[in-house]
């Protein structure tokens, strides 16, 4: 029950990434570029997907778990660090170069041809490489 | 600045905006999941999260597939990604590294946890935002690039 759950989540979002608009590069590029031709369309969908969340939250806040069983996710200790900070900036800097973030590069990489692949495999590189460098080592979430 | 009109596309975002929360609230009320494309991702190559969840898999294949069949059916959109091997490659590392260095990309901090008002995930998303418009800005409008 849990994977089918799981799967129709994932194809939901696939699925919306794609009507959204936001695997197209250009448009997420185009929402970047603030002093050009400035595209608004990443705050709708953003505000589109941040709606249903909020009634989400409320929801769960009265349910102590979910249907299967697990406990809701509790509010992560608020760590403000280089870390957070840090992180955010490179993810940032990758994203305007590419246009992609993980979401829509991983909706993407089936049909978007060599550029997605080597966007998606440069991505899961870069992943590995920061649970494999012990400096970088990830801290249990 | 000048504001690119295009209402259509604004109604396309919303569409599959609310598509993208409601999909986050489906994990989230179903499996009891934050939907993280990093760290979902992340949690399948490596391994790091409290534990190994089978699931992982199936949301992967979902968020990969359902948009290829959808291609199949309607045809691709226009994706307009770089022809700059390299570039994408420096890219791909920096959003790889830098979302695992943060716990969360759009959909971890910009989705989930901002309609939760958690401080880090605001604080995450405020930063990408503006390192991506400052990085945008030098590579096309200073360098020239891109």
């Known amino acids: 029950m ?4 799981a799967g129709a989540a994932g194809a939901l979002f696939g699925l919306g990434l794609l009507v959204s608009g936001m695997t197209d590069t250009a448009k ?4 970047l570029d603030v002093t050009g031709t400035w595209d608004p ?4 969908v953003l505000g589109g997907a941040i709606l249903p969340m909020l009634l989400a939250w409320q929801v769960a806040a009265r349910r102590p778990r979910a249907l299967s069983g697990t406990p809701i996710p509790p509010m992560p200790k608020q760590v403000i660090d280089g870390r957070l900070l840090g992180g955010s900036a490179l993810f940032g800097a990758g994203w305007a170069l590419a246009g992609f973030c993980p979401g829509p590069a991983l909706a993407a990489l089936g049909w978007s041809g060599t550029g997605g692949l080597v966007f998606g495999l440069a991505m899961a590189g870069g992943m590995i490489a920061v649970n494999a ?3 970088l080592k990830t801290r249990a979430a | 600045m000048t504001l690119l009109v295009n209402p259509q596309d604004w109604l396309f975002g919303l569409t599959g905006g609310l598509m993208i929360g409601a999909a986050a609230a489906l994990l989230l009320l179903g499996n009891g999941r934050i939907m993280g494309a990093s760290g979902i991702l992340g949690n ?3 391994g790091t ?4 969840r089978h699931e992982d898999l199936p ?3 979902g968020l990969i597939g359902a948009p290829m069949l959808a291609v ?5 959109p226009d994706s307009h990604v770089s022809g700059d091997l390299p570039l994408l490659a420096l890219a791909g590392v920096l959003v790889g590294m830098g979302t695992r260095l943060a716990n969360g990309c759009t959909s971890g901090h910009g989705v989930c946890g901002m309609s939760r008002f958690s401080t880090r995930s605001i604080l995450a998303t405020a930063v990408y935002l503006f390192a991506g418009m400052l990085t945008f800005f030098v590579a096309r409008h200073l360098i020239g690039g891109l």
């Open chain 1, 133 to 135: 460098l012990p400096a």
């Open chain 2, 44 to 46: 399948v190559l490596t």
């Open chain 2, 49 to 52: 999260g409290p534990r190994i």
């Open chain 1, 41 to 44: 369309t990443l705050a709708f």
């Open chain 1, 28 to 31: 997420v590029q185009g929402w």
């Open chain 2, 72 to 76: 199949l059916v309607w045809g691709a």
């Open chain 2, 59 to 61: 949301f992967l294949l």
């Open chain 1, 2 to 5: 849990r994977s089918v759950i």
